[in-house]
């Protein structure tokens, strides 16, 4: 492969992470094939982690050190799940807000919330679970949007 080829797969990185802000997607996956011995694996994510995987018997390339540059700026590198406030989904399935479409949320951000109060309800299997409060606090930040898909171990809130 040419140095060009290396030139075209920075920029080719860089519009994936530009692709990735404007439709605001929170990841894009591709497989760019050079070869029969020479692929270009991308991940770009807005977790601030880019993954750069050169499958070929030539040397990685130098821009591979300079592709985490190509994530967007903005966005923290630290995993809301790994927040020791974090409430994480403890199950697969929708999340609703409120207890029926009209009414108040259960909680806001800065709302007070005691250990047990619920926080949510998420569908699962044509069964409505109320989430509870793991603990007393503040909602410092609600992580998910109502009626979004959600999956075991997916932060929801940060409570503090």
Request: glycine residues 6%.
């Amino acid at each position: 492969m040419s140095n060009k080829s290396h030139e075209s797969d920075v920029a080719f990185i860089k519009a994936l992470a530009e692709l990735l802000n404007e439709n605001d997607l929170t990841e894009l996956s591709v497989k760019r094939e050079y070869g029969e011995d020479d692929t270009l694996n991308v991940r770009v994510s807005r977790r601030g982690e880019v993954v750069t995987t050169q499958m070929s018997a030539a040397p990685a390339p130098a821009y591979a050190a300079a592709a985490p540059a190509a994530s967007a700026p903005s966005e923290p590198a630290e995993d809301p799940a790994s927040h020791p406030g974090a409430v994480t989904s403890p199950m697969v399935g929708t999340v609703y807000m409120q207890a029926e479409p009209g009414a108040p949320s259960f909680v806001s951000v800065g709302q007070q919330v005691a250990e047990g109060d619920t926080l949510l309800i998420i569908e699962a299997m044509k069964t409505m679970n109320h989430i509870p409060a793991p603990r007393a606090g503040t909602v410092m930040r609600i992580l998910i949007e109502d009626g979004a898909a959600v999956e075991y171990g997916a932060p929801l809130m940060i409570i503090e």
